[in-house]
C-alpha cells in the first residue's frame, strides 16, 4: 500500500534541533554565503548526512503562499491522458502552471517537473498534492522549491 504524504504545520519550539539546523544550512546555501555543502553543515553543526536525509522534508513557512512559485517533482506512469489527469487537478485548484518539463520515460516512468504560482485564488495546496500523489498511476510527489 503506498502511503501518503502528510504535510503539517508546527511552531519552531517542537520541531527537532536537527531539522533546524537542515533549515539553517539551506539559508545559508541559498544566500550564497557558503558554496558547499560541507561549508554550511560545519557552520550549524550538522552531519551532511543528516543535511542530505532532511533536506527535500523541511522548509520554512511564509504566512502567505498568493503569490509564491512552488516547484514540484512528480514520478508517474507513461499512460494516455495522465498528465492530463495531473494538470486538472493544479487547474482545479486555481494555482497557475508556469512551467512543465517531462522527461522522456524510461521503463515506462516518465518524471515531471512542474513550477506552479500560488495566486489568491488557489485553494489548499496540501490537498492538491495529496489529490496528485493519490492518483492513479502517480508515485510520488514532492516539493523541491519555494521561492
Known sequence: MKEASEYFVV????VPEVLLK???????????????????????GLSRSSFYKYKDDIFEFHDTTQGST???????????????????????CGANILTIHQS??????A?????IQALQT??????????MEHHAGVHHVKIIGRE
Open 11 to 14: 511552531r519552531k519550539k517542537a
Open 22 to 44: 537542515v533549515v539553517e544550512a539551506k539559508t545559508l546555501l541559498d544566500s550564497e554565503k557558503v558554496r558547499t555543502v560541507q561549508e554550511a553543515t560545519d557552520m550549524v
Open 70 to 92: 512552488i516547484t514540484l517533482i512528480c514520478q508517474m506512469d507513461d499512460e494516455p491522458g495522465l498528465l492530463s489527469d495531473v494538470l486538472k487537478i493544479i487547474a482545479d
Open 104 to 109: 522522456i520515460p524510461i521503463n515506462n516512468v
Open 111 to 115: 518524471s515531471l517537473t512542474i513550477s
Open 122 to 131: 488557489t485553494g489548499n495546496l496540501s490537498d492538491m498534492l495529496a489529490k
